[in-house]
């Protein structure tokens, strides 16, 4: 199985600011097929993106995703009250598809 | 409105059969892969399973295999999740999810999620 390690695991931040995110595979990604979620209490996860670098639907452009083979990063260029939540990345590029640990982004 | 509507929490105990629902609405229900995820408590999510309900074709995790069901219901537009026997180890908040594209891709829209609790 790839295991995904998100670091940090929580991330402090002011409104305004930027941060970014890590997730790393055990094993390369196949065709770079990692998405990023963000979850919040109480809600479903939300798709922000998919393919390494693709925004999903309705998803603003502070956010975005990069990266390739086993390294991946999500990148949020000012951060919004909204953006406060639990980040999660995860492979579908090999079965069993995994998820990262979670990244928290708390308010600094 | 596209969403998935999932059934109502449930508390069991070991040994207890238990099925849970995931009824899609606002898409061709039948064209879309549907997968199962999972929260146990104080853990990060885990992937289930994925079931194209059109063929019923599907795909498990290793460590899930033999242990759950996946099936689906186009007439009704509802997939399920089943266990025959409950064990302790599975509670958690079990989340269906529609694939965005295709069978190898992310998911793109979520149900909020069925609590099972298994305690005796």
């Known amino acids: 199985d790839i295991v995904l390690t998100q670091s940090p695991g929580t991330l402090s931040l002011s409104p305004g600011e930027g941060g970014t995110l890590s997730c790393r595979a055990s094993?390369?990604?196949?065709?770079?097929?990692l998405a990023w979620y963000q979850r919040k209490p109480g809600q479903a996860p939300r798709l922000l993106i998919y393919?390494?670098?693709n925004r999903a639907t309705g998803i603003p452009d502070r956010f975005s995703g990069s990266g390739s083979g086993t390294d991946f990063t999500l990148t949020i260029s000012s951060l919004e009250p909204e953006d406060f939540a639990v980040y999660y990345c995860?492979?579908?590029?090999?079965?069993?598809?995994?998820f990262g640990q979670g990244t928290k982004v708390e308010v600094k | 409105e596209v969403q998935l509507v999932q059934s109502g929490a449930e508390a069991k105990k070991p040994g207890e059969s238990l099925i849970i629902s995931c009824q899609g609405s606002g898409y061709s229900f039948s064209r879309y892969w549907i997968g199962w995820v999972r929260q146990m408590p104080d853990k990060g999510l885990q992937w289930l399973g994925i079931i194209y309900p059109r063929d019923s074709e599907t795909k498990y995790s290793p460590s899930m295999q033999g242990r759950v069901t996946l099936s689906a219901d186009t007439s009704t537009s509802t997939a399920y999740l089943q266990w025959s026997s409950l064990k302790a180890s599975d509670t958690a908040l079990y989340y269906c999810?529609?694939?965005?594209?295709?069978?190898?891709?992310?998911?793109?829209?979520w149900g909020l999620g069925t609590l099972v609790t298994v305690s005796s």
């Open positions: 393919g390494t670098s």
């Open positions: 094993l390369p990604v196949g065709s770079n097929f």
């Open positions: 995860q492979q579908y590029g090999s079965l069993p598809w995994t």
């Open positions: 999810a529609r694939l965005r594209s295709g069978y190898s891709s992310s998911f793109d829209l």
